[in-house]
């Protein structure tokens, strides 16, 4: 490989230097300590690989002549979907792990690499062997390697979709959970996967209009050279600070609740009264236990306003009132009809439209209502205010008051 010719051209330096950055990024990620250490390992390995292709296509583009075994590193394309599947696994199922029956899923990377070696040298007898129509525009590679590239095509559309298929449920289960979802609602990942597949199908459609003879400015192995750009990129940002997801044991009897001496008042003692003399068992709530449990509640969140405090999780909620996670989520869902989430968002929202008419407010921008209800995102303060009243923030507080109060009373 060292007495290869090279030009380097200026996209090629480019290349190399994302590939040096990853190359570097990969070793950092694997040494770097952190709670999941599974999914940052598996992060570590597919930025190495996607580095490694990256450096090939340079090699294959800097000397037309490059020895042919060069192309069994391709075969690391059967990694990327792999890598992306495990990573989403690790990252949306705190108790996964992992188990040697899931080399299977690796294998195929060594068995397209044996069946590359295998194929030399190159022979236009060979039944992989697949004749262009543009013979000009289709070289000697292009013509062996059609089974290669099928099989790296569908291995990246399957686990792309495998992995979208483990994210939908968890955005949805995260939100019997948390009130805040922003560290942990993975949309990176949803993006990565959706970039998979839009490079995939743009390939694909490349590589059959080469193959048809239609000259085209981008190819598919130079796409997927440009993927560390994106994928590392994404990967970086988000990745490396991934909040590791924490879903409780729903049959888990709560703790005893703290006693504070700097709290008082009448709503904690009944709480603690309340959860003293009967806790909860992992069986279904019963109609007269869950009714109870769905006054005391409203009754807390009115007078201790939890809500108010930023990231506050059903776990913390439901062992400040003395009963299971389980037995709390089974009565806001039945009572309410709502998510944890939503209920606790509702309660966020009727605090802000509180403090946007409050007179003695007005010097605090919209951005500090929010986080004084308790939300820890503008963005998703904003996006939660208008679904619920149908207007921003900001257009609320310009509001006349008589219209302000005319909406709160037909709402």
């Known amino acids: 490989m060292l007495d290869l010719e090279v030009t380097l051209q200026l996209k090629n330096l480019l290349i190399l230097a994302c590939v040096a950055f990853g190359f570097g990024l990969s070793y950092v990620i694997w040494r770097a300590p952190g709670q999941n250490r599974r999914a940052a390992n598996c992060l570590s390995v597919s930025t190495l690989v996607t580095s490694v292709l990256a450096l090939v296509y340079v090699l294959q583009v800097e000397n037309s002549q490059a020895r042919p075994w060069l192309y069994t590193l391709v075969s690391l394309q059967m990694l990327q979907g792999p890598l992306l599947y495990f990573y989403t696994r690790f990252?949306?199922?705190?108790?996964?792990?992992w188990h040697w029956s899931q080399l299977l899923h690796l294998l195929p990377a060594g068995l397209f690499?044996?069946?590359?070696?295998?194929?030399?040298?190159?022979?236009?007898?060979s039944l992989l062997y697949m004749d262009c129509p543009a013979q000009k525009d289709c070289g000697q590679m292009y013509q062996h390697r059609l089974l290669h590239r099928l099989a790296a095509w569908s291995s990246l559309i399957c686990y792309s979709l495998l992995a979208l298929r483990l994210l939908f449920p968890h955005q949805r289960r995260i939100k019997a959970y948390y009130s805040s979802i922003e560290g942990v609602q993975l949309h990176w990942l949803m993006l990565i996967c959706g970039c998979y597949l839009a490079s995939t199908a743009t390939t694909v459609i490349f590589d059959l209009l080469n193959y048809l003879g239609s000259p085209v400015m981008l190819t598919g192995a130079m796409m997927q050279a440009?993927?560390?750009?994106?994928?590392?990129?994404?990967?970086?940002?988000?990745?490396?600070?991934?909040?590791?997801?924490?879903?409780?044991?729903?049959?888990?009897q709560p703790k005893s609740p703290k006693t504070d001496t700097a709290e008082s008042g009448q709503v904690q003692q009944f709480c603690k009264e309340q959860s003293s003399a009967k806790k909860y068992q992992t069986s279904s709530l019963t109609e007269q236990d869950a009714k109870a449990l769905w006054q005391?509640?409203?009754?807390?969140?009115?007078?201790?306003?939890?809500?108010?405090?930023?990231?506050?999780?059903?776990?913390?909620l439901a062992q400040s009132l003395g009963v299971s996670v389980n037995h709390l989520s089974e009565t806001i869902n039945g009572y309410a009809n709502l998510s944890f989430y939503d209920?606790?968002?509702?309660?966020?929202?009727?605090?802000?439209?509180?403090?946007?008419?409050e007179p003695k407010m007005d010097f605090l921008s919209v951005t500090e209502i929010g986080f004084q209800a308790g939300f820890n995102s503008n963005s998703t303060f904003f996006s939660q205010f208008k679904s619920r009243l149908q207007v921003t923030p900001k257009q609320y507080r310009k509001q006349p008051q008589s219209a302000v109060m005319s909406s709160q009373q037909s709402g």
């Open 343 to 357: 209920f606790i968002n509702n309660y966020r929202v009727e605090e802000a439209v509180r403090l946007l008419t």
């Open 113 to 125: 690499a044996t069946l590359w070696l295998l194929q030399l040298p190159l022979s236009e007898q």
């Open 226 to 252: 440009f993927s560390p750009f994106i994928t590392v990129l994404l990967m970086v940002t988000y990745g490396i600070r991934q909040v590791m997801v924490q879903f409780e044991d729903h049959s888990q």
């Open 296 to 316: 005391r509640l409203q009754l807390c969140m009115r007078a201790e306003q939890p809500h108010l405090e930023a990231g506050l999780k059903i776990s913390d």
């Open 91 to 97: 990252q949306t199922e705190p108790g996964y792990s």
